[in-house]
C-alpha cells in the first residue's frame, strides 16, 4: 500500500522555524516527484514548493528565500525546511508524489498532476 506520512507540524511564534517530514511508505521515492502543498481555512489549496527526481526545485513566489526542500532517497523522505515564518504561512501542510516518472523528470505546483496524497500537519503562526 502506497502512503505519505507527514510529521514535524505544531504552533510556531512569527520569525520562528519548522521542520516538515513526508515519509513513503510501500514505494520508493526514487522515481517521483514530491510537492508540498497547503490548504488555510477557507481558502483553496495551493502549490508551495516541489522537487524533482533529479533534485530541482520549483518555489512558490510566496515562500521563496525562507523556505527549502531536500530528499533522502536512503531514507525515503522528503523534507521542507520553513524559516522565518509568518502568520499567513498558517495552515494544513500536505505532501503529494507525482509519478513513478521514468522517461521524463518534472516538478509542477498543480495538484491535478499528483496522485499520492498525505494525510496532512497543522502549522500553525502566531505569537
Known amino acids: 500500500q502506497l502512503q505519505l506520512v507527514e510529521s514535524g507540524g505544531g504552533l510556531v511564534q512569527p520569525g520562528g522555524s519548522l521542520r516538515l517530514s513526508c515519509a513513503a511508505s510501500?514505494?520508493?521515492?526514487?522515481?517521483?516527484?514530491i510537492g508540498w502543498f497547503r490548504q488555510a481555512p477557507g481558502k483553496e489549496r495551493e502549490g508551495v514548493l516541489c522537487?524533482?527526481?533529479?533534485?530541482?526545485?520549483n518555489y512558490a513566489d510566496s515562500v521563496r528565500g525562507r523556505f527549502t526542500i531536500s530528499r533522502d532517497n536512503a531514507k525515503n523522505t522528503v523534507y521542507l525546511q520553513m524559516n522565518n515564518l509568518k502568520p499567513e504561512d498558517t495552515a494544513v501542510y500536505y505532501c503529494?508524489?507525482?509519478?513513478?516518472?521514468?522517461?521524463?523528470?518534472?516538478?509542477?505546483?498543480?495538484?491535478?498532476?499528483?496522485?499520492?496524497w498525505g494525510q496532512g500537519t497543522q502549522v500553525t503562526v502566531s505569537s
Open positions: 522537487i524533482s527526481k533529479s533534485g530541482s526545485t
Open positions: 503529494a508524489a507525482d509519478g513513478p516518472l521514468v522517461a521524463f523528470d518534472r516538478c509542477v505546483l498543480s495538484d491535478h498532476e499528483y496522485d499520492y
Open positions: 510501500g514505494f520508493t521515492l526514487d522515481y517521483f516527484a
